[in-house]
């Protein structure tokens, strides 16, 4: 419920519901991460990074913690320290795998648009499944007013 709080953009009943999670089982990587989403989108961007710094030190929680802190570095108008993440993303995505989805959405926040069309049609050729979100991720919304953003609705038959 936590999750379609935060893609309905009811983001105050998504972070209530993540911190029931997360009193129930603090060592979940991915509630940190979804509670700095919904703080990032709420523009409360220092709780953002705190909750990715925490998603960070737990297991499994690097890569997903290292994309809210680009997208929150953007949203800061920090847009070397944004680069400096999603580089240093793109490099561990030889060793490791890292959703071209992710990079994808830094780009957008930095107002790189042709540069987040080419990740997402990286993301869709490695059937990458967090492209399932592009109709309803508030991150993406710098693309909603771009024509290509319909057609790639329309081509993974979103629309």
Known sequence: MATLHYYTRQYDQAIREWREIQKADPSINWVYYYLGLAY???GSIKKA???FDKAAELPGGSVSASFGRACA????????RAREELDALLIRSKQEYVP?????VIS???GEKD??????????AERDAEKLFLKFDPQLDPLRDDPRFDDWLEKMNLR
């Open 115 to 124: 540069r987040a069309f080419e990740f997402l049609a990286m993301s869709y």
């Open 100 to 104: 071209f989805y992710f990079p994808a």
């Open 108 to 110: 957008a926040a930095l």
């Open 73 to 80: 570095y953007a949203a800061q108008q920090k847009t070397e």
């Open 49 to 51: 990074l705190r909750e």
């Open 40 to 42: 990032l989108q709420k």
